[in-house]
Structures are given as C-alpha cells and as structure tokens.
C-alpha cells in the first residue's frame, strides 16, 4: 500500500477499506505517513465524505492508537454525556453527580476552553485545588466509591486524534462530519463506556450553524457509535443563546451548585435531567424517560447529588464551602420597552475571552473570575431600565458596559422563545 494511492482513492470518491484505513493512521502515528500526506487525506475526506463503515474503521483505528481506560467486567454500567460546545454549557457538573447516585458510574474524561466554547475543566479548576489529573489507582478507586471521576485526557488516550486535530486546525479540515464523529468517539470508546449520550448544540454559539447540519452530525455519531460497540443516542439543543444565565467558569460552577440545590435557570435543571434520562433508559435501569426522570428528580431534592458533587471535588482535592468569589459586578440596563429578539453570543464569548475568561490559543491562562450573567432569554418582554446582563470583571467596567450594551437586541413586536431540546436521535439513528 502507498499512501498517495490511497489518498488518490478517496480524491476520486471511492470508499477506503478498514486495512487501509488502518495503514494510514498507523503510519501517521509511526511517523511514516507525512504530515502532508494525512493533511491531503484530511482534505480529501472533507470533500468526498466517507461512508458510515469508514467513519468506523477511522473511529476504531484512532481509539487502538492508544489506551482504553481499563473495566470491571462485574462493575456498574459506564456511562457519559460529551456536548459539541457552547457558551454557558454547565450540564456536566451537574449531569455527572446526578447519574452517580443511579447505580452507574461516570468516566468524564473532559476538556479545555478554546474560543466561544467554556471547558468543564477549566470550571473545575476554578475550585482551589481541584485536581483533573488523577494516577491511575487513584482514579479507580474514585469511580469504586463515588462513582464519578471528572479528569483531562492523558497523553495516552487516542493519541492519533491528537495528531491528527492539530493538523486539521491548520489546514481548514476541522468541518467534516466524519472527521468529527471519529474524533469525538475515539476519546469516548477510550473510556470504555457502555453507553454515551450526545448533546449535539446548534445555533450561532455552536460549532453547527443550523438545523441539518446538526442533525448530520448527531446521526453520524449515533450510527458510528452503533457500529463501534457504543450505544449511543443524540439530543439536538438550542445554542442561539447561552444555556442558563451565568458564563464564564467560577460563574458556571456557582451555577450549577444552584442547580444542585434546587434553584437556578429552568432550562439548566431542564437539559441536564433530559439528558440524563436518555443514558438511564440506554442502559436498562429505567424502561421510559418519564421513570428515570422520576429518579432523577428524586436526586436532586433529597440532596443526594449535590453529595455526591462534594465528594467527588474533596477526592479530587477541591476546597469549595460554597459559591465561588467572582470579580466586581457592573450592570448594563434595558434602554427601552420590547421584546428579547437576539443574543450576540459571539460578542459576549469574545468579550469574555478578552476578559482573560477564556482563551485564544491553548497555552493561554484563564481567570476563573470573570464572566456575565445574563437575565433574559428570546422571547421574553422587558421593560426599560431592567438589568439585563451584569458583567464580572477586574477592571475597565465602563469599557465592558459599552462593550455589551448592545448585546440583547430588544425588538417592539413579541418574539417567539426557543425550544430548547429541537431533535432527538434514537440508538438506531432515527431522527424524532
Ligand atoms: N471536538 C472534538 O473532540 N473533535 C472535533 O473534531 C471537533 C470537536
């Protein structure tokens, strides 16, 4: 086998077999397959697309480019959620303590913030002394007794992904419907899950801008996790507007301890037990989402999950007596009667990486402090002089309040409000 000869064959739109697949992700590993080479792959790939078979055998070879977390054949079901990224995103911190109490066990292998996009790391982190690397005892014995871990990727895991998105960055190969799913699902069957949950997000703060797309992407992923051995079923979720009010990451952690005790945004509460549900009735433990969600539900006001949160950040040598300190406060206010028709998100990610909230290249250092909280969402009618959006930062407020004065467009007719879960993806890739 030759790589040109193989990228020629997926130039020209012909399907690619398993062992060659296989050939050039191992190659590219060892060094053998050029950079240049899998780059020209990559392109070829974004063009020609690749069939469900492909996407697995991509998906597989990737995941046997390193290790998987090791599984107790007698132990508890191992479950996940992984969200395609958004602003405001909180539902793991909440998602994963909730389901330990359910007889399951939660593997969370998470990431950082880059752009737009917040990382539950780096929320975690926003904890003192909250640890997201663990040794591998450590990690066991934590999933034995709590049932969750919340870690970064080790070197180990999936490192041909690691190769591989790097390259893409770099050579505009990032938008590709297979090369995503693959990347996504290798980390994920690293895990040794016996069932995932995605919570694939669309709209203007999502990396898929509309509706079909979104849907492409969360049935390559369910097919290919079927494919693969991964059970796998798909929400489709609003991302026109941050999930909840609070962005930024000590915010976020402050927000989900809300959510922990019974209050903060609806819709926060709402997804994370939808989710949740999904990868119940996945594994068996429940036959329909309305008992799971009975179950759930029961977690939450008995305090059984907020304990479980505190144990898991204790074990991870978190300090946290509760909400996290923030930056100093300043209010940008409604300038007139009307209707919420829009919410900048991409200005008010910008102006929280700019804050030093988040990051613009991946060795960037965040400042756990910063953030907004936003108190409207679409739809709903304001009056002027309302505080919409209080902003969290450690100087310059006035700068920041010009910044974002205008990031609620307020219209004079009503507005619809968004639904906030669109679609569901069923495990045999059926789109409801
Ligand atoms: N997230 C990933 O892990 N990989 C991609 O390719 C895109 C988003």
């Not at 991509?58 to 996940?80: H, I, Q, Y």
């Not at 709402?270 to 008992?291: H, P």
């Amino acid at each position: 086998m030759l790589p040109a000869n193989l990228i020629a064959k997926k130039r020209d739109g012909l399907s690619l077999s398993d062992d060659e697949i296989r050939f050039m992700i191992n190659g590219f590993v060892a060094g053998e397959v050029a950079d240049y080479q899998m780059s020209a792959l990559a392109m070829a790939i974004v063009w020609r697309g690749m069939t469900p078979e492909e996407v697995a055998s991509l998906t597989v070879a990737m995941l046997e480019s390193g290790e998987k977390l090791p599984r107790d054949p007698d132990g508890l079901p191992r479950v996940d959620k992984h969200s395609t990224g958004g602003l405001g995103d909180k539902v793991s911190l909440v998602l994963a303590p909730l389901l330990a109490c359910h007889d399951v066990v939660v593997p969370m292998i998470s990431g950082r913030g880059l752009g737009l996009s917040g990382g539950t790391l780096d929320k975690l982190e926003s904890i003192p002394g909250f640890r997201v690397q663990l040794e591998t005892s450590e990690r066991e014995k934590q999933l034995r007794e709590i049932g969750l871990v919340m870690i970064g990727a080790s070197e180990k895991i999936a490192p041909a992904d690691r190769k591989l998105y790097a390259l893409r960055d770099v050579t505009a190969t990032v938008e590709s419907v297979a090369l995503i799913t693959a990347s996504i699902l290798s980390k994920k069957l690293a895990a040794s899950l016996d069932a995932l949950v995605m919570d694939v997000k669309v709209g203007s703060a999502a990396f898929m801008k509309n509706q079909p797309d979104a849907v492409r992407l969360a049935t390559s992923i369910v097919n290919t996790g079927r494919l693969s051995g991964l059970p796998t079923r798909a929400l489709i979720t609003d991302m026109d507007q941050p999930l909840g009010s609070a962005v930024g990451n000590a915010i976020e952690v402050n927000e989900a301890l809300e959510i922990l005790e019974q209050s903060g945004p609806a819709e926060v509460r709402e997804l994370t037990l939808a989710l949740s549900a999904e990868l119940l009735c996945l594994v068996g433990k429940y036959d329909s989402i309305s008992s799971a969600r009975v179950s759930l539900e029961r977690s939450l006001a008995n305090g059984a999950a907020r304990e479980r949160f505190e144990r898991m950040v204790s074990a991870q040598g978190g300090r946290l007596s509760g909400p996290l300190p923030l930056a100093s406060g300043a209010v940008v206010h409604a300038k007139r009667d009307g209707y919420v028709a829009e919410i900048d998100c991409e200005t008010i990610g910008r102006c929280i990486v700019e804050m030093g909230g988040g990051r613009r290249r991946v060795t960037d250092a965040v400042d756990p402090s910063v953030g907004v909280n936003l108190f409207v969402r679409i739809g709903d009618s304001i009056r002027k002089g309302q505080p919409l959006v209080t902003i969290r930062s450690r100087s310059q407020h006035e700068h920041w309040l010009a910044e974002l004065a205008n990031v609620i467009r307020i219209v004079e007719s009503p507005v619809a409000g968004r639904a906030l879960i669109v679609n569901r993806v069923t495990e045999e890739g059926k789109v409801i």
